[in-house]
């Protein structure tokens, strides 16, 4: 297929044509969006429940066809229509089941015989632009006449794509991902890109670096259609051919009833083991736009900025999450909270709205708040440092991330990205997290593995010590490189049985450290278990009460 870019002989892939046998097996509604959006989803309801719908939200779609504009789940209570469609190959639109289902995870508003099949954002409206001529080809210049059109003339604040490419290096460096970035750091607009469906590497667009790449999450339990906590079979895992940490985050993919092409009343379920990213993507879509809803309604000018969002989403993810083989992917047994298989985690748009709905922090301050989030701007040599005061154990999750800078020169004037035209540019941040009074780093990027290329840094830490902590947010790039960041971060808090061994289960490890303080009344573990400062009978008192239990922090949030 001619790409546009100068390359031939390439694939496109639909998730749908994927899973084609599936519409085969499931002849009726198993499930429901209104499972793949609860709490052991990607909580979407529960935000819906305190009057968040991405109202008034537009949400720009790249897509192979159209989608069913006239369908119900599109249209309001009054029958006004909040789906469009545009053309740009010059072969005029074309209704597909595909985009007229990923649509439907997004924004559908129910229908007549399915009310409780409420998208992720109900109240945010599609622009939908196809791409991808009768013949299945497709051009640079479409897709950048989709994205000028999508963005300047309709204000789309979050672009989501339909479809991947192969037969292509998704090394970040290739032509269409550049492109993506490019309009990513150009417009400020939230890119929801998929991680694919080739298993065992991630797809174009999903090496974006300034979007947020979504895998897709199975069912773990088949007679339990509410627990979203297994990566799908077929999900693109990383990381990227050139070593970054992707996908960025995991959401649900598999039965999920949707509006469908055939008819203005047709609904269907998609969604199979394999965790389709097509039908993940759209949940990140969606939860970007509840969010923006939220930032429209706050005085702050900051808490909409897409390396915001980007952070607010990341760290609010679960890690609760199985791999592709069934293991638990906890971050104690690898010293690290980024997995292949799930990325940093689960979606979860309460934990995110919670987040964002708090006041923006401050570097060279001070902060009591349980969490929060920041946006700031580095130049080269210069670090931010922002400091967190703990008042008990818990555990401190925190994300940093920046764009990727791009730059486009038309050197032809043609409107085509032409080889040579894009220019990438990528500060080198880092974030170093210190405990109080303590000179020495208990994380940063070189001590949990990132590559130098990264632009998302997530820590997952155990703190026992009350104090001040400092996060130090630093640009060390070996160019004049100046960069915006998104910062998030959140105290949780832990079980009695969380302790220094961390593998989240009460067991012989926790007795063996209890052991080793026993009667000791200078032991880092005073303020875990009894109040009285002494390690005693009352402290193994209480963990025998939780022996063999789970922590509910990574199993039973």
């Not at 109040?531 to 963990?543: K, S, T, V, Y």
């Amino acid at each position: 297929m001619e790409d546009g870019l100068g390359q031939y002989t390439r694939m496109l892939v639909l998730g749908g044509i994927i899973v084609s046998a599936f519409y085969c097996v499931l002849t009726q509604k198993a499930y429901g969006l209104e499972e793949s959006t609860g709490p052991g989803g990607s909580n979407s309801a529960a935000v819906h429940q305190l009057g968040d719908t991405g109202e008034g939200v537009n949400i720009g779609f790249i897509s192979v066809g159209n989608v069913r504009t006239t369908h119900e789940a599109f249209k309001d209570a009054n029958g006004v229509t909040h789906a469009f469609n545009y053309n740009f190959t010059g072969d005029g639109n074309s209704i597909i089941a595909h985009d007229t289902q990923l649509a439907g995870i997004i924004a559908s508003r129910g229908g007549a015989a399915y009310p409780n099949d409420i998208g992720v954002a109900p109240g945010a409206n599609i622009y939908c632009a196809r791409v991808v001529n009768n013949s299945g080809s497709i051009s640079s210049t479409w897709v950048v006449n989709a994205l000028d059109t999508l963005i300047n003339t309709y204000n789309c604040r979050v672009i989501v794509t339909g479809f991947e490419f192969t037969g292509i290096d998704p090394d970040g460096n290739n032509l269409w991902t550049q492109l993506y970035d490019y309009y990513a750091y150009q417009y400020g607009v939230i890119f929801i890109n998929a991680a694919g469906n080739e298993n065992t590497y991630v797809a174009i667009f999903g090496d974006a670096y300034n979007g947020i790449t979504t895998g897709g999450l199975r069912l773990n339990d088949p007679n339990n259609q509410y627990e979203y906590r297994m990566a799908g079979s077929a999900s693109g895992s990383g990381p990227t051919t050139d070593g970054r940490r992707k996908p960025d985050i995991t959401a649900p993919s598999q039965s999920q009833t949707v509006p469908t092409s055939s008819s203005d009343t047709a609904w269907t379920t998609v969604g199979s083991t394999g965790g389709e990213t097509s039908w993940a993507a759209p949940h990140a879509a969606g939860a970007a736009a509840l969010l923006l809803e939220l930032a429209d309604t706050t005085p702050g000018p900051n808490d909409n900025n897409s390396v915001v969002i980007k952070a607010v989403i990341v760290n609010s993810t679960m890690p609760n999450i199985e791999d592709k083989t069934g293991a638990e992917t906890n971050p104690a047994d690898s010293n690290d909270t980024w997995q292949a298989d799930r990325g940093y985690g689960r979606l979860d748009c309460l934990r995110a709205y919670q987040l964002l709905d708090t006041n923006e922090v401050e570097p060279g301050t001070t902060t009591t708040q349980d969490k929060g989030w920041g946006l700031g701007q580095i130049g080269q040599g210069v670090s931010n440092v922002y400091t967190i005061h703990i008042p008990t154990r818990c555990r401190l999750i925190a994300t940093t991330t920046w764009q990727r800078r791009m730059l486009w020169n038309d050197n032809d004037s043609d409107g085509n990205v032409d080889p040579g035209e894009l220019t990438p540019y990528l500060a080198n941040l880092d974030m170093t997290v210190k405990g109080p009074n303590e000179p020495n780093a208990i994380f940063n990027k070189a001590m949990f593995g990132y590559d130098e290329s990264d632009n998302l840094i997530k820590c997952d830490l155990l703190i026992l010590t009350p104090g001040d902590y400092t996060i130090e947010i630093s640009n060390n790039s070996t160019t004049d490189e100046t960069a915006n960041y998104g910062f998030a971060f959140e105290l949780h808090p832990i079980m009695a049985g969380d302790l220094p061994q961390v593998d989240y289960i009460v067991d012989y490890n926790d007795l063996s450290t209890l052991t080793a303080d026993w009667l000791s009344e200078v032991s880092p573990l005073d303020s875990l278990l009894s109040p009285n400062g002494i390690i005693d009978f009352a402290d193994f008192a209480i963990l025998a009460q939780d022996w063999l239990q789970i922590d509910p922090f990574y199993y039973q949030y």
